[in-house]
């Protein structure tokens, strides 16, 4: 089964439009974080945001959670070129170790 | 700010011969994980560690692979016989002061290893 997968696989916006990415997933969640990923580099922590909450703000990041419908998004909010990269939502299921399930990510272009 | 340090930055070996790749996790965390991502794939669990033992492994991690914790700061991960479809880049990751769940993996840089 596909676990975390993004949608769209590709997006390509003008510096200062808003970027939003979705992510959804087929079994339940402890907690889902989304990771950022520049080109060969490693993965940036974003946002963690946990099964009973709804939205969650970091500066420019908007990221909310439907556990209903087993989705989430980030927005990006007047972008920059600088934020050009991949990014990924994983989702932690909880257990003994916690590890994270991947999905495939988006590559957002932010063309200047 | 703390982070996840890895080495090497890239690795060249030769088919069939043994590689360690080494990671320095942020020195308070206690859990301990090893992915790999294949070009143009997904990230994918290979292990993570606990309390110096394996906590969970993943179907890729076979008899092939193996990691160690030797002296309380490094992390290493040991592939003894290297194939051609090891080659991926292997990132490391390090979470959790405490056994609260809801706590972020932090990951390194990667070590980018190729079989020729």
């Known amino acids: 089964s596909q676990q975390g997968e993004e949608d769209p696989q590709a997006l390509s916006i003008q510096e200062g439009e808003n970027a939003t990415m979705n992510c959804s997933y087929k079994t339940s969640i402890n907690n889902l974080q989304w990771y950022r990923q520049n080109s060969g580099r490693g993965l940036v922590h974003l946002i963690l945001?946990?099964?009973?909450?709804r939205e969650k703000h970091s500066g420019r990041l908007r990221v909310t959670l439907d556990t209903s419908k087993k989705s989430s998004s980030l927005l990006i909010t007047a972008s920059r070129a600088a934020d050009t990269a991949s990014y990924f939502c994983?989702?932690?299921?909880?257990?003994?170790?916690?590890?994270?399930?991947f999905g495939k990510g988006t590559l957002l272009t932010v063309n200047p | 700010e703390p982070e996840v340090t890895q080495t090497p930055s890239h690795q060249v070996t030769q088919m069939g011969q043994e590689v360690i790749l080494r990671c320095v996790p942020i020195?308070?965390?206690?859990?301990f994980y090893w992915y790999r991502q294949i070009l143009g794939q997904k990230v994918e669990f290979l292990v993570s560690?606990?309390?110096?033992?394996?906590?969970?492994k993943s179907e890729i991690f076979d008899d092939q692979f193996s990691v160690e914790r030797p002296d309380g700061s490094n992390f290493t991960l040991k592939i003894r016989s290297t194939k051609l479809e090891d080659s991926a880049m292997y990132f490391c990751?390090?979470?959790?002061?405490?056994?609260?769940?809801?706590?972020?993996?932090?990951f390194g840089d990667g070590t980018r290893l190729s079989i020729l």
């Open positions: 994983a989702k932690n299921s909880g257990g003994s170790n916690y590890k994270l399930t």
């Open positions: 945001i946990r099964s009973n909450e």
């Open positions: 020195s308070n965390h206690l859990y």
């Open positions: 560690f606990y309390n110096n033992e394996i906590s969970e």
């Open positions: 990751a390090s979470r959790g002061t405490t056994l609260y769940s809801n706590q972020p993996q932090h």
